[in-house]
């Protein structure tokens, strides 16, 4: 789902069609902004965000908890002190679940965790909530919940501007994201963030880079 480019080129791929600017519309296609742009990132589109994870119906599932996933992360003041990972298969980063619960979409959490309708500021986007995301950090941890997730959210951009559902949410409730590695960086604990394959290597984050890293790995090789 998510590539790194220069990274690929050197082990001799060959981008062809090269990467797009506009948004996908076809599985496979690669482009380049899901969410965020980075020079050092590219997408596959995928209309099932959670492959290999599919419903019984074969459409968009929760990820298992107890589960290392791979995940992306830039720091973002609105995430404060909870962390807001874009579920990123071939990122070379991950994050356990722990106990998790999935929601359709944010005011589906306000509703189960809160009691609460969605509280919406003007000016957000559709269905953001944003002015309860502090109640819903503290109500998870009550809750006894490491992560959440939102599986057909819909504010990602994709060609910086028009905005889809092209990828899971994960809300991780034990790190501040307004900070590129979730906490203040060097070698992260095994019950936080792994790196490589199948999270079998610690994990080492730069908190001066602008997205969530690993030594060694991913674009950091």
Same mark, same amino acid.
């Given at each position: 789902m998510m590539i790194y480019p220069d990274q690929a080129q050197k082990a001799g791929v060959?981008?062809?069609? &090269?990467?797009? *600017?506009? /948004? &996908?519309? %076809?599985? $496979?296609?690669? *482009?380049?902004?899901?969410?965020?742009?980075?020079? $050092?990132?590219?997408?596959?589109?995928?209309?099932?965000?959670?492959?290999?994870y599919y419903s019984q119906s074969g459409t968009t599932a929760g990820l298992p908890g107890q589960t290392w996933v791979e995940i992306v992360h830039t720091a973002w003041p609105q995430d404060a002190e909870a962390t807001w990972y874009y579920y990123a298969p071939g990122s070379a980063i991950w994050v356990n679940l722990g106990n998790t619960k999935a929601y359709n979409d944010h005011p589906d959490a306000t509703q189960d965790l809160l009691g609460q309708p969605c509280k919406i500021q003007p000016g957000d986007f559709k269905g953001e909530c944003e002015l309860q995301f502090a109640e819903l950090y503290t109500a998870a941890v009550k809750a006894s919940l490491d992560t959440f997730q939102?599986?057909?959210?819909?504010?990602?951009? /994709?060609?910086? %501007?028009?905005?889809? %559902?092209?990828?899971?949410?994960?809300?991780?409730?034990? $790190?501040?994201?307004?900070?590129? /590695?979730?906490? *203040?960086? $060097?070698?992260?604990?095994?019950?936080?963030l792994r790196a490589g394959w199948e999270a079998r290597s610690q994990c080492e984050c730069d908190p001066n880079d602008d997205i969530i890293n690993c030594k060694g790995f991913g674009m950091r090789r």
């Open positions: 060959v981008f062809n069609p &090269p990467i797009s *600017y506009s /948004c &996908p519309n %076809n599985d $496979g296609d690669l *482009y380049h902004e899901m969410g965020f742009e980075h020079a $050092g990132v590219a997408w596959i589109y995928h209309s099932v965000p959670s492959q290999p939102f599986l057909f959210h819909t504010d990602m951009p /994709c060609d910086g %501007n028009t905005r889809r %559902n092209l990828a899971l949410e994960i809300v991780e409730v034990h $790190g501040p994201g307004r900070m590129t /590695c979730s906490g *203040y960086g $060097g070698v992260m604990r095994k019950s936080r």
